[in-house]
């Protein structure tokens, strides 16, 4: 095995990527409970200390709030872009952190990390691609669209976990306050099923990826059959460009997802 990945789970309550070869643990983001990422990991069979890094994408707290609870008594460095770390309410000794940029790529345990910017209302957001073997994985969430940058990182992947965050008509009609909702729906907000599956039907998705994880579905404003169901329709319906033979899945905020293994 090259690269594996899983979600402990993605969502508002928290999200988590775990990466692995093997041998080697690494930890995308920890938004979920210090004593949580514990619980999901060790139904992996891995215990904290088998964790080799933690990469941070931006502060909001479903993706940091667990960062420090997990961490503290654990020798684990954690890769994060100076402005989240000075926005975020880690609360970690300094020289625990290791400072990356957008654009710099980066090793960890021989996996190569590209960070790549993503439109979101945070600091510096990032996406993720990562590579090891020969094998490539990109991690794309909290994004208010697909960006040219996004498109091209996104290009040659094995296997994408790409936000699907809302429903459009779910979120116009559901209880969040008007500025929230037009928060959400910005070019600095999350990503809707639409705007998935314009991507997935266009030129832009090269249709290369033997997996894809919709990740990210509001609870409050979106159905996963309704996410699936439009992406498949937009894979479905590519007939001037390449075929895809990509398989969708879904992540869960309550749950750990399938480990997909390249």
Known sequence: MALSFALLGSGSTGNSTLLSDGDTHILVDIGLSGRETTRRLRECRIEP?????????????????????????????????????????????????????????????????????????????????????????????????????VVERLRDCDGIILESNHDINMLKAGPYPWALKQRVMSRRGHLSNDAVAEFLAGESFDGKARMLMLAHLSKNNNLPEIALLSAQRALEGRSSVASSQTTLTLSDPDRISRTFSF
Do not use: W
Not at 67 to 74: G, R, T, Y
Not at 111 to 139: C, M, N, Q
């Open 49 to 149: 200390g088998d964790i080799s890094a933690i990469v941070i994408s931006h502060e909001h707290g479903d993706h940091c709030r667990g960062v420090a609870p997990f961490a503290k008594n654990l020798d684990i460095p954690i890769f994060i872009t100076e402005e989240a770390l000075t926005a975020s309410t880690i609360s970690l000794e300094a020289r625990r952190f290791r400072l990356i940029q957008s654009g710099v790529g980066f090793e960890v345990c021989g996996f190569h990390f590209t960070p790549f910017p993503v439109p979101h209302d945070s600091a510096e957001p990032l996406g993720f691609a990562v590579e090891r073997k020969g094998v490539k994985i990109a991690v794309a969430m909290d994004l208010g669209y697909i960006s040219n940058l």
